[in-house]
């Protein structure tokens, strides 16, 4: 069943493309940045497979790639601007957030914000969602700008450059991806893991954590 869905999805989106051309690349990768789970490694390399057809450019289409990944992350930032951090700190506690998750989340996009968005852009899976807890962070916006296109530039370059190569073979793409797919999700498994066997831990005592005090005679 879930192959099926994939398949009606990959087949949606290659659809698309193929009326709408750049628009069609635009919009999926817009959509697979705001945290709607679109396969990129369908759509730019179906889109570079059309390079050798002459409908497609490789340089734009690297480029009109990133400048919608860009887009919809920009609306995953906002919305977690906006919306993210009110909602965790008023129902995160029934998902197990705690305030000192929101807090070592501020800290971490503070110091490591840049390096952490740029890699990302080029991780399955991940890319995808990261743009939503930098704007729950509020991650310095210039900065999550130039290091979200940067970072998702050389990505499409890779995908419409692999599509391009393989021409009607392009589907191999998402089979080599499929398993980077699988390690990643098996890590995020393992770290999710260990954060709900925190956070179903009873939270020390304040109390008991200070240390106590003598007083000289």
């Known amino acids: 069943m879930h192959h099926g869905i994939v398949e009606s999805l990959i087949g949606l989106v290659t659809h698309v493309i193929t009326m709408f051309g750049y628009g069609g690349v635009f919009l999926w990768m817009t959509l697979e940045s705001a945290c709607?789970?679109?396969?990129?490694?369908?759509?730019?390399?179906?889109?570079?497979?059309?390079?050798?057809?002459?409908?497609?450019?490789?340089?734009?289409?690297?480029f009109v790639g990133a400048f919608a990944n860009l887009f919809g992350s920009l609306i995953a930032y906002w919305v977690g601007v906006a919306g993210g951090r009110p909602f965790v700190q008023k129902y995160g506690k029934y998902i197990l957030i705690r305030q000192d998750d929101v807090d070592?989340?501020?800290?971490?996009?503070?110091?490591?914000?840049?390096?952490?968005?740029?890699?990302?852009?080029?991780?399955?899976?991940?890319?995808?969602?990261?743009?939503?807890?930098?704007?729950?962070?509020r991650m310095n916006f210039p900065r999550f700008c130039i290091y979200t296109f940067v970072g998702a530039l050389p990505w499409c370059y890779l995908l419409a450059w692999a599509g391009m190569k393989l021409g009607e073979h392009w589907t191999q793409v998402s089979k080599y991806l499929h398993k980077a797919d699988l390690a990643i999700l098996v890590v995020l498994v393992v770290m999710f893991a260990l954060w709900f066997y925190r956070h179903t831990r009873p939270e020390p005592d304040p109390a008991e954590a200070e240390p106590e005090t003598t007083t000289a005679a």
Not at 39 to 62: C, H, Q, T, V, W
Not at 107 to 129: D, K, Q, S, Y
């Open 36 to 62: 709607i789970p679109i396969p990129s490694e369908a759509i730019m390399p179906f889109a570079g497979k059309e390079i050798a057809s002459g409908r497609f450019d490789l340089n734009a289409l690297a």
């Open 104 to 137: 070592i989340a501020d800290r971490w996009f503070a110091r490591h914000g840049e390096a952490t968005v740029f890699w990302t852009r080029m991780l399955p899976i991940i890319r995808t969602f990261i743009s939503l807890p930098a704007g729950i962070s």
